[in-house]
T-cell receptor
Framework: GENVEQHPSTLSVQEGDSAVIKCTYS??????FPWYKQELGKRPQLIID?????GEKKDQRIAVTLNKTAKHFSLHITETQPEDSAVYFC?????????FGKGTMLLVSP | DGGITQSPKYLFRKEGQNVTLSCEQN?????MYWYRQDPGQGLRLIYY???????QKGDIAEGYSVSREKKESFPLTVTSAQKNPTAFYLC?????????????FGPGTRLTVL
């Protein structure tokens, strides 16, 4: 089955800095890669996603890049703000299910 | 955030008891999923169902059971066979159409075994 590795497990940045979270996947048939944000005590919510036929996607301060050859995708957050503090999960979708990474706790200090 | 509800929000269970977690959705989604979340472990798939009256085991199905008698409902039973059931349980639903992949999550149930 699919295996998703996510790094780092924790990331501390100063407000205004950029943050990058990286994931690798094992199944070359995976074709959809979402990123979810989970604030403390709340449900995960989709923040951005990318399909396998696209190399990069941006939405305001967040962007995701995908390298299918290397089976690697990354989340980039620019101009971080304290409200960006949360746990971020990457995931990869094969035929019918999502496999999640273990999460990255992002802490943005004012 | 609306559309998927889970109850109860908190649940306490004594060892040896079975408990059932509720998940309901009014999004008319075909597929529903149950995940378990433990600190540092991410979300791990327990069971999923793509249509009514059908479901498949996920990665950690042992000690759990589900049913899908209605499109709107996908209850999860945590049985006494589950060795370490204390965790945060998340239900999700998804449209099963080509190109639609987003899963929508419920607010979760935190289960504690006393």
């Amino acid at each position: 089955g699919e295996n998703v590795e996510q790094h780092p497990s924790t990331l501390s940045v100063q407000e205004g800095d950029s943050a990058v979270i990286k994931c690798t996947y094992s199944d070359s048939a995976s074709n959809y890669f979402p990123w979810y944000k989970q604030e403390l005590g709340k449900r995960p919510q989709l923040i951005i996603d990318i399909r396998s036929n696209v190399g990069e996607k941006k939405d305001q301060r967040i962007a995701v890049t995908l390298n299918k050859t290397a089976k690697h995708f990354s989340l980039h957050i620019t101009e971080t703000q304290p409200e960006d503090s949360a746990v971020y999960f990457c995931a990869a979708k094969g035929y019918s299910t999502l496999t999640f990474g273990k999460g990255t706790m992002l802490l943005v200090s004012p | 955030d609306g559309g998927i509800t889970q109850s109860p929000k908190y649940l306490f269970r004594k060892e040896g008891q079975n408990v059932t977690l509720s998940c309901e959705q009014n999004l008319n989604h075909d597929a529903m999923y149950w995940y378990r979340q433990d600190p540092g472990q991410g979300l791990r798939l327990i069971y999923y169902s793509q249509i009514v009256n059908d479901f498949q085991k996920g990665d950690i199905a042992e000690g759990y059971s589900v049913s899908r008698e209605k499109k709107e409902s996908f209850p999860l039973t945590v049985t006494s066979a589950q060795k370490n059931p204390t965790a945060f349980y998340l239900c999700a639903s998804q449209v099963t159409k080509l190109g639609y992949n987003e899963q929508f999550f419920g607010p979760g149930t935190r289960l504690t075994v006393l």
